[in-house]
C-alpha cells in the first residue's frame, strides 16, 4: 500500500499531526518520488516493535541523534510501500525474522522532523509514516552494529529514556493497542 492509500484511511491526532499529514499529502502531489533522500522533505518509514504478551517495546540507540529512538529509515531505491520499508528496516536493525504489523497494519503516527546537518549532508527533514511491529520471540533481537544497541523497555521507560517529543507521542499511542 502506498503513501496516499495510507493517509486516506488515517485519521490525525491534533492540528499539529493534521498539519504534519497535510505537508506530506503535498510532497506526494509534488514529487514522482517522495523517498528521495536528495529532497529537504522526504518520506521516511518506522515502528515501534513491541512484544505484546510482556508489554514492552525495543528502542534503538541512535548515535547521530545521540538519543533512545524506534527502528526505521529510508526507503530504498524503488521502494514504495511504508509498511514493507518499516518492515526491512526492523528486520535489519534487530535482527528479529518475525516482526508482523500489530494489532493491524495501519499507522500509528506520522510526523515531520527535523534532521540536523552532518558532515555529509544538509539538515533536512523526514515525513515519518509509524507504524507498529510486534514480536513473538524478543529474545532473538540483535543489535545492527555494536554502535547500535538495543534495549527491551515498557513504554514508561522508553518515555524517561528518549530526548523526543515527537517519540513521546507515538510511545502514547502503544498502550492503548495491548490487550486488557
Known amino acids: ?55 514492552r517495546v525495543l528502542l534503538r540507540w541512535h548515535r547521530r541523534q545521540q538519543t533512545w529512538l524506534q527502528i526505521g529509515g529510508h526507503g530504498d531505491p524503488g521502494e514504495r510501500d511504508p509498511l514493507g520499508i518499516a518492515l526491512r528496516e526492523g528486520r535489519e536493525e534487530t535482527g528479529l525474522t518475525d516482526l508482523v504489523p500489530w494489532p493491524e497494519a495501519g499507522l500509528v503516527h506520522v510526523v515531520v522532523v527535523p534532521v540536523p546537518a552532518n558532515d555529509t549532508e544538509p539538515a533536512h527533514e523526514h515525513a515519518d509514516l509509524r507504524f507498529a511491529l510486534a514480536t513473538g520471540d524478543p529474545a532473538a533481537a540483535r543489535p545492527e552494529k555494536p554502535d547500535a544497541p538495543l534495549r527491551w523497555v515498557t513504554v514508561p521507560e522508553a518515555r524517561e529514556l528518549t530526548s523526543e517529543d515527537n517519540v513521546r507521542e507515538t510511545l502514547s499511542r502503544i498502550p492503548a493497542r495491548f490487550p486488557r
Open 1 to 55: 500500500m502506498g503513501i496516499e492509500e495510507l493517509l486516506s484511511e488515517y485519521r490525525p491526532a491534533d492540528a499539529a499531526e493534521a498539519a504534519d499529514v497535510a505537508r506530506l499529502r503535498a510532497l506526494v502531489a509534488a514529487e514522482p518520488d517522495p523517498w528521495q533522500r536528495s529532497l529537504p522533505l522526504h518520506a521516511t518509514a518506522s515502528a515501534l516493535v513491541v512484544h505484546p504478551e510482556s508489554r
